[in-house]
Nanobody
Framework: VQLQASGGGLVQAGDSLRLSCVAS????????MGWFRQAPGKEREFVAA????????SSADSVKGRFTISRDRAKNTMYLQMNSLKPEDTAVYYC?????????????????WGLGTLVTVSS
């Protein structure tokens, strides 16, 4: 069972990126999923979460209005559309699957993590 995040890269401030997280080995269609990030020298922090059916989403204040989380259950894939990127968004972004139908912002609610994809935003 794996979660594979992709789509990271080096961009300039103001640019957009779309991250994808594909689950393989089993379906997570009944699990909530989320994105977290960890910047160099900082602790991992919550970015956004989506419920099992996409009906509930939440995001950190720092990304509200710029990042949008979504999922395609048929493709077992979750996305993070990131617009108006800022240098402070630079981090390794991790996708995770929750134990329940919605994990929210607490990392402890997630029990399956991907390896992460690096996003670097230059000023």
């Amino acid at each position: 069972v794996q979660l594979q995040a992709s789509g990271g890269g080096l961009v300039q401030a103001g640019d957009s990126l779309r991250l994808s997280c594909v689950a393989s080995g089993r379906t997570f269609s009944n699990n909530g999923m989320g994105w977290f990030r960890q910047a160099p020298g900082k602790e991992r922090e919550f970015v956004a979460a989506v419920a099992w059916n996409g009906g509930i989403t939440s995001s950190a204040d720092s990304v509200k209005g710029r990042f949008t989380i979504s999922r395609d259950r048929a493709k077992n894939t979750m996305y993070l559309q990131m617009n108006s990127l800022k240098p402070e968004d630079t981090a390794v972004y991790y996708c995770a699957a929750a134990r329940s139908a919605y994990g929210g912002s607490l990392a402890a609610n997630y029990n399956k993590w991907g390896l992460g994809t690096l996003v670097t935003v230059s000023s």
